[in-house]
């Protein structure tokens, strides 16, 4: 029994992620299916990047991976399958697979080229449904990737802005915002876990924040750096939406201030 | 193991489709359930009925269909299966089956009214999680459509637009706007595939587009006319919402031109 | 094959409930997944234990039901397990899980523990996908509650505003508002059936409804007093938001009055 995730920027009220299952399930019927998200911003290539990235480490071995951000559908960009030692992923070859991988050994790349393994005919405009949950389906029930089509060697990278360090600290920058609005950083949580209590996350307008281990370690509607779930150190407010407080997006700079120890 | 799709307008913020979700499995254990969508706008039953229309035909065999747009719920609009060849449609018999039913033959209509495959008590408002989900558990589970109640022979249809011929080409509508925005039209693509790329869409105030096969294949933020992948015309704009920017809505007009050779 | 609810206010656009899902399913890979609703308003805790309350009767005995709206997430908030006849109820002890268990037998309360049925390192911020999904999915396994950690005597409760009774009637309160802007009092159904029809809901500014069994037992716009599928009154709109047009949201009051019978 395969498992199969999904996440898209589909959105969730029209007909396009259940016509998908559809798909998958005619070929593959004792499939799992678990959404990951299909409200990715329409077309942001990143923000579904960062998602996968956060979300498939999760998962059980041997899980397929399916992710279609994809604004070149249409367009002659390829259709990948990228096998790693623990799971496959197939999407679009312009960057959303990127960070999932980073770190990762990758086994193999095919390209979706072999018309036995989509749906009859193939749309413009919905690969979706038509060439990458085929896809999927197949790889769950064990095809072997080979068999999708000719291997590929470059994968379209995603740029990852990695932070840059200062004589004080580090300089970063929001990557993500979530739907509490906490926002996100590059700044990876041992930063601030090695400099112990004595630092500050500055950001916005000069504004700054202690770094605590709970919303609730500020007062009702004070700013406070958390060491993230995802491995980074995220902006929060407690009880608040810190994006919308600070007008904070991806590309916010922000930066890790190492206190000015007032002892010798 | 059956299969049972979801389509509402009863929207994912309240308890009411996972409520629905529970009584199938009490009923049907090992039920597979699959979300359509469940944002419909609330009432809007021609939305519905495209959704279900799209979706549908790419699910299994003897998948069951449970769709619930129902602002008569408390009245006494009858509540309906309607068995086809390839799968089994529950719902209120108002419109919302139309769609999906065009083209098949029908095996048989019936009207849910034995009380022994509802809840025991029926609520005035909730018939998704009274009536229509356990009869739809049933269902899945094998049982004769004939059981839930008598025969039906009327099914309520819903007005579909028609596309009309002009000297110059076809006159349509919008039926459907997406969460891309993309405009999705009564006008079968194939009227533009039998015009080669020789036509334009007309629609709004004096604007219109070429078709293209890609949302790339005009520059940014302009329109494109775009064979759909629900087998009819869209109007789409590159990385825009077109129907945000040119304030088309179900119902506005749409004109496929052929243009005039310059040849003899 | 165990049953899992999950009912949250993390959202839909973020990977949270799919993280969840992906960590629930590598420890009890044939667990049945259910979402009740990933959209409770951000730490409404209300709201969720209504919500919880409203779905959990509906679902199979045994089933698991993982509620996750935690605004002290981080402070040393009790986590715990109840089990009841019919199911187990994970969450923080913060009154989320309250409305569900009212009226029933408690067979047990655990707090989440040992270390051994939780991810290896526990984050600050997403106990969800490190605490409470670990120890749903060992539950829906087998695993005894008391394997989880210490017995817990006090659980956290959430004051529930019970209707008062006055001369003419009895006065009440909205205590949610639902996706169709329907605002569900406190008022059970059965204190209108008593009265028959000779009795009105007044609300707001001196307004007030009939009681009816339809949403289009009124004309089009206008308010009417449902007997509501979680067993209480509701006011709706025929075709329209009830809490828009009223201004209606939790804690505004609501009267429900016996009429004055004009025969001696």
Same mark, same amino acid.
């Given at each position: 029994?395969?498992?199969?995730?999904?996440?898209?920027?589909?959105?969730?009220?029209?007909w396009?992620?259940?016509?998908m299952?559809g798909?998958?399930?005619?070929?593959?019927?004792?499939?799992?299916?678990?959404?990951?998200?299909?409200?990715?911003?329409?077309?942001?290539?990143?923000?579904?990047?960062?998602?996968l990235?956060? !979300? +498939?480490?999760?998962?059980?071995?041997?899980?397929?991976?399916?992710?279609?951000?994809?604004?070149?559908?249409?367009? /002659?960009?390829?259709?990948?399958?990228?096998?790693?030692?623990?799971?496959?992923?197939?999407? /679009?070859?312009?960057? #959303?697979?990127?960070?999932?991988?980073?770190g990762?050994?990758i086994?193999?790349?095919?390209?979706?080229?072999?018309?036995?393994?989509?749906?009859?005919?193939?749309?413009?405009?919905f690969?979706g449904?038509d060439?990458?949950?085929?896809?999927?389906?197949?790889?769950?029930?064990?095809?072997?990737?080979?068999? #999708?089509?000719?291997?590929?060697?470059? #994968?379209?990278?995603?740029?990852?802005?990695?932070?840059?360090?200062? /004589?004080?600290g580090?300089?970063?920058q929001?990557?993500?915002?979530?739907?509490?609005?906490?926002?996100?950083?590059?700044?990876?949580?041992h930063?601030?876990a090695?400099?112990?209590?004595r630092?500050?996350?500055?950001?916005?307008?000069?504004?700054?924040?202690?770094?605590?281990?709970?919303?609730?370690?500020?007062?009702?509607?004070?700013?406070?750096?958390?060491?993230? !779930?995802?491995?980074?150190?995220?902006?929060?407010?407690h009880q608040?939406?810190?994006?919308?407080?600070?007008?904070l997006?991806?590309?916010s700079r922000?930066?890790?201030?190492?206190?000015? !120890? +007032?002892?010798?």
């Open positions: 029994m395969g498992l199969i995730t999904l996440l898209t920027d589909f959105g969730a009220r029209d396009f992620v259940g016509t299952k798909v998958i399930l005619r070929i593959a019927p004792n499939t799992v299916l678990v959404d990951i998200t299909h409200d990715i911003p329409p077309g942001d290539i990143a923000a579904g990047a960062f998602a990235a956060a !979300s +498939s480490p999760f998962f059980p071995p041997q899980t397929v991976h399916l992710a279609v951000v994809d604004p070149g559908v249409g367009t /002659p960009r390829p259709a990948v399958v990228v096998q790693t030692r623990s799971a496959c992923f197939v999407g /679009p070859d312009n960057g #959303l697979l990127t960070l999932a991988l980073k990762q050994e086994r193999g790349i095919r390209r979706l080229e072999n018309p036995e393994y989509a749906l009859p005919s193939l749309s413009h405009t690969h449904r060439l990458f949950a085929p896809a999927a389906a197949h790889l769950s029930r064990g095809l072997p990737p080979a068999r #999708l089509g000719p291997a590929w060697a470059r #994968l379209a990278s995603l740029p990852w802005p990695e932070p840059t360090s200062e /004589p004080q580090w300089r970063g929001v990557v993500y915002v979530d739907h509490f609005g906490n926002a996100i950083t590059n700044l990876p949580n930063l601030a090695a400099a112990g209590k630092c500050r996350l500055r950001f916005g307008n000069n504004r700054s924040c202690p770094i605590g281990s709970a919303y609730a370690s500020v007062p009702l509607g004070r700013p406070v750096g958390i060491p993230g !779930s995802t491995g980074f150190l995220e902006i929060a407010v608040g939406h810190a994006a919308r407080k600070f007008r997006k991806p590309g922000v930066q890790l201030r190492q206190l000015r !120890s +007032s002892r010798p």
